[in-house]
């Protein structure tokens, strides 16, 4: 008889930052039908789109990813990793390839890997903006040519569509580039022809690990059950608990609407839906629906190169200072400005960029923040970018020591104001990224964008 529902694992909400190995024994005696995890997310910044570098440790992602294959190929299940090393680049894919390997060659196991590959041709999308099959989303940048040639890394957010294409050809174990979130959740239920409403909910409770728990305090599993009406969500955790509070929240997580999920396939909506609880750790989540799309749409992510960038941190706590910081911080700019054009030029000012955060007044609301009056003490971090790393260095020594010595009309003489807790002073981060893409394609199949292979464990 044909299963009426289908139970899925999330390991952790983001591959790396860990789970409790008793959890996840926990949730395998429930017999999940599939185990996944999401490994990226565009939350850290553009780094390591730009870069390829990961935001977790090798050794962190072989740990997760061990327990994971050997808990899938002991229950016969399959196992999805979705954007595979934060931005799902080829690279990070191949890498995580040859941790699969590697742990099945140390541990005997066996299977058929399916290889989702997630980066974009450059000269695919110069095409489809001539084709004018490139369209901004909110708040999008102008983009053009040389925007797209100009990025190092381009990737396409998948769908379900190449995970189905792997589970029709067999594969046990799924590696795949840069996808939604919720498509590692919602393939296998999709595939085995649930209704499409409550899986794509569910996918989205379940795509960040224990998340939905109520005052989750450090990263753990969560499975979620799936029928054709409703899912329940319930932490195999026993220290955890889901209340329809905390499972409804988590809609108003990284999400612009609280009631959609926009996928490449169509639209969640869960304006109607009813959480309730199933017991002191379990909610029901039930009405929720899904609209197919007019016109599949693939999101894209591109990081450029925004320079070579040195900081350096300081803290003030002079009172005299605290009550004119702006005109204080104001002068302590033109003052570098004045150094730095003395010594390379006016013409360099255009060229390069030097940005000031104060933590204690403004450093993590910027302009946006309502209270205007600085604490007892204040951090400043004044970083500067420009065209290499020797440059960006050269002009955060200067700026630095006329930060320590800058003066105010309440004092004479030389003073020492800027407090620096670092030797050297300046720290270099090196080359720095920016997104420039906030747009879909239109393609005319998934298939124009995404590359799956396969291979024999």
């Given amino acids: 008889m044909e299963k009426k529902s289908i139970r899925v694992l999330a390991v952790t909400g983001a591959m790396g930052s860990g789970f409790k190995e008793k959890s996840l024994q926990i949730a395998m005696s429930q017999h999940p039908d599939i185990i996944g995890v999401d490994c990226g997310s565009t939350d850290p910044g553009p780094h390591f789109l730009g870069s390829g570098d990961t935001m977790f440790s090798e050794a962190a992602y072989y740990k997760e990813l061990s327990l994971m294959l050997k808990a899938g190929r002991q229950a016969g299940v399959p196992v999805i990793v979705g954007s595979c090393g934060t931005a799902g680049t080829d690279n990070h894919v191949d890498m995580f390839v040859e941790m699969v390997k590697r742990i099945a060659k140390e541990n005997s196991l066996h299977f058929k890997l399916g290889v989702v590959y997630s980066e974009q041709s450059k000269e695919y999308l110069v095409r489809k903006i001539q084709e004018g099959r490139i369209k901004p989303l909110s708040n999008a940048p102008e983009i053009n040519e040389e925007t797209i040639r100009n990025c190092k890394h381009i990737v396409g957010m998948a769908g379900v569509e190449p995970f189905t294409e792997c589970f029709d050809n067999g594969a046990d174990v799924i590696i795949s580039g840069r996808c939604s979130d919720t498509s590692v959740y919602a393939a296998l239920p999709l595939y085995r022809g649930f209704n499409p409403g409550p899986v794509w909910h569910a996918a989205k409770i379940t795509e960040c690990g224990a998340a939905c728990v109520a005052?989750?305090?450090?990263?753990?599993?969560?499975?979620?059950?799936?029928?054709?009406?409703?899912?329940?969500?319930?932490?195999?955790?026993?220290?955890?608990?889901?209340?329809?509070?905390?499972?409804?929240?988590?809609?108003?997580?990284?999400?612009?609407?609280?009631?959609?999920?926009?996928?490449?396939?169509?639209?969640?909506?869960?304006?109607?839906?009813?959480?309730?609880?199933?017991?002191?750790?379990?909610?029901?989540?039930?009405?929720?629906?899904?609209?197919?799309?007019?016109?599949?749409?693939?999101?894209?992510?591109?990081?450029?190169?925004?320079?070579?960038?040195s900081l350096f941190i300081g803290a003030i706590r002079d009172p005299y200072i605290l009550d004119q910081l702006d005109t204080y911080l104001q002068g302590v700019r033109t003052e570098i400005e004045n150094r730095i054009s003395t010594v390379y030029g006016q013409e360099i000012l255009g060229n390069i960029d030097m940005h000031f955060r104060v933590y204690g007044l403004d450093g993590a609301m910027g302009f946006l923040e309502p209270v205007r009056t600085p604490a007892h003490e204040v951090c400043v971090v004044i970083q500067i970018t420009a065209a290499t790393q020797e440059l960006a260095t050269a002009l955060c020594k200067s700026a630095s020591h006329i930060a320590i010595h800058y003066p105010i009309p309440e004092w004479s003489g030389l003073i020492t104001s800027f407090a620096l807790p670092y030797s050297p002073l300046v720290v270099d981060r090196g080359e720095v990224y920016r997104f420039a893409l906030n747009h879909v394609v239109e393609p005319s199949s998934w298939k124009e964008m995404f590359r799956v292979s396969y291979q024999n464990i």
């Avoid at 926009?262 to 009405?287: F, K």
Wanted: net charge negative; glycine share 4%.
């Fill in 215 to 309: 005052q989750r305090k450090y990263p753990d599993c969560m499975v979620c059950t799936i029928t054709d009406d409703d899912f329940v969500v319930c932490p195999p955790n026993p220290d955890y608990m889901c209340t329809p509070i905390s499972v409804a929240s988590h809609m108003l997580y990284e999400n612009a609407s609280p009631h959609e999920i926009i996928e490449p396939a169509g639209i969640m909506n869960c304006e109607h839906a009813t959480y309730e609880a199933v017991d002191s750790r379990s909610v029901r989540v039930s009405g929720s629906t899904f609209t197919p799309a007019s016109v599949y749409t693939i999101k894209l992510e591109g990081a450029q190169s925004a320079g070579f960038q």
